[in-house]
């Protein structure tokens, strides 16, 4: 634990309250560790029994992680704002930042000439009675999916892929409940899973998605929902194939007491063909975000699925948000029908692709295996993500630590090509060798 931050409180509330405010303040940063329970009992003056009762409850709120022999730390990334959190420090000087997991603003289309349309359009201003999903938009979005082999008996929208998530997660499931997902998997998907007090099963993925005996297991172990990536899978670019889905439709082929949920972010980015799993359950659904390819700030999804999930999601947001902004529909409505903006969004996929696959190529020359069919990462496995990590960044580079994404999985790294350089691709992959084979210390021999 940090020295700047000492604990108090005399009872389970106080020491919990005491701890989050810590976490709020940044005394606590991510990854800090927490003293053993009867550590902390002794310094407080508190039976060990109310520690455990405070940590528990933190545990619940997904604030604090226990692993083991590792003790228990503050999370990656807690579900409360650090009142210093929005004010991330720059990049070190001469380290190069391959660490985000962004797109390319360089290649996102630009929103002005729409943004002006929808202005010189916006007379009518919308009132309460007229929210919604706008008729147009489903109608549009319904066809989209549809060419990809998507039915939609039901179709909503939400602010994002993970606020559809969140949406259905929690329509569906009570605390404690169970959850298969990819390990490794999506960091943001973790966090959220830890949040809400579900509990994430691992499933281990190859370059064509979850391993259908690992699927079978988790649903052996009790998982009340099933979370697939379709393609260009954070951290993996795993995508979906036609075999492995015609395996995880026949596993899943009917059941009743399992929600599917398929995350599609990449969408107009991924250059593969979408396999989907979309109705093998009785309870499933298909979202679809617009981020990736046309900007973060767009923060729209469309959720398909059957007519009960999509009820019970839309009905929620109608009592809570109320509507995802009619604007901000009729904005991406907007980019859809632009030929330009489609031409420039084929453009970055290809980008994409050209330098994710040449770095993986650069990579297999040194003897070095790794991972990437779609999307903007690249993920390398290695021995020792510290030793790898830190020889990267002495070398000038930063890359994301396998860590974040996994649960039981083996270690490994991700590497972000969606602003990567050409030109930087020889020497990055002659670092990243060296890291992933570090020389043995001196004095010793293999």
Do not use: C
């Not at 979408?274 to 617009?290: E, I, K, M, N, Y």
């Not at 297999?364 to 069919?373: F, N, T, V, W």
Request: charge should be neutral.
């Amino acid at each position: 634990m940090s020295a700047r931050y000492q604990v108090t409180g005399s009872t389970a509330v106080e020491i919990s309250a005491s701890i989050e405010s810590g976490i709020r303040d940044a005394a606590l940063a991510p990854g800090d560790p927490l003293p053993p329970v009867r550590a902390l009992a002794t310094a407080l003056a508190v039976s060990p029994a109310t520690v455990s009762r405070a940590y528990a409850e933190l545990r619940r709120r997904g604030l604090i992680v226990t692993a083991g022999r590792h003790g228990t730390r503050v999370r990656p990334r807690p579900p409360v704002t650090a009142r210093r959190a929005a004010l991330r420090p720059p990049p070190a000087p001469g380290l190069r930042d391959l660490s985000r997991g962004a797109p390319d603003r360089r290649l996102l289309p630009p929103l002005g000439r729409h943004l002006t349309a929808l202005a010189d359009a916006a007379d009518d201003p919308v009132g309460y009675p007229d929210v919604g999903v706008l008729p147009e938009m489903a109608e549009v979005a319904g066809a989209r999916l549809a060419a990809d082999g998507v039915p939609a008996p039901g179709l909503t929208l939400t602010g994002g892929a993970l606020d559809g998530i969140e949406r259905l997660l929690g329509a569906h499931l009570r605390h404690g409940d169970a959850v298969a997902v990819e390990d490794p998997g999506w960091a943001g998907l973790l966090d959220l899973l830890a949040a809400l007090g579900l509990r994430p099963i691992g499933i281990p993925i190859d370059d064509d998605g979850p391993i259908v005996a690992g699927v079978a297991a988790a649903l052996d172990a009790g998982a009340r929902a099933l979370i697939v990536t379709s393609r260009a899978q954070n951290p993996t670019g795993a995508a979906v194939s036609a075999d492995r889905a015609n395996a995880l439709r026949t596993l899943l082929a009917g059941r009743a007491d399992l929600l599917l949920i398929e995350d599609d972010h990449a969408a107009e980015l991924a250059r593969v063909p979408l396999h989907p799993l979309a109705g093998a359950t009785t309870h499933w659904a298909f979202l679809r975000s617009v981020s990736k390819p046309f900007g973060p700030d767009l923060r729209l999804a469309v959720l398909a699925g059957d007519e009960t999930t999509v009820a019970r999601v839309a009905g929620r947001i109608r009592i809570g948000a109320g509507w995802v902004s009619t604007v901000l529909q009729r904005l991406v409505l907007s980019l859809w029908d632009d030929p330009e903006v489609t031409a420039l969004v084929d453009g970055a996929a290809e980008s994409y692709e050209r330098r994710r696959n040449a770095l993986i190529t650069a990579l297999a020359e040194r003897g070095l295996p790794a991972h990437g069919r779609t999307g903007i990462n690249v993920w390398i496995p290695v021995d020792d993500e510290t030793s790898a990590l830190t020889t990267l960044r002495d070398a000038g580079w930063a890359v994301a630590p396998g860590a974040l994404y996994r649960l039981a999985g083996p270690p490994g790294l991700r590497i972000t090509v969606s602003d990567l350089h050409e030109k930087e691709i020889p020497p990055l992959a002659d670092a990243v060798a060296r890291a992933a084979r570090p020389a043995p210390a001196p004095g010793f021999t293999a």
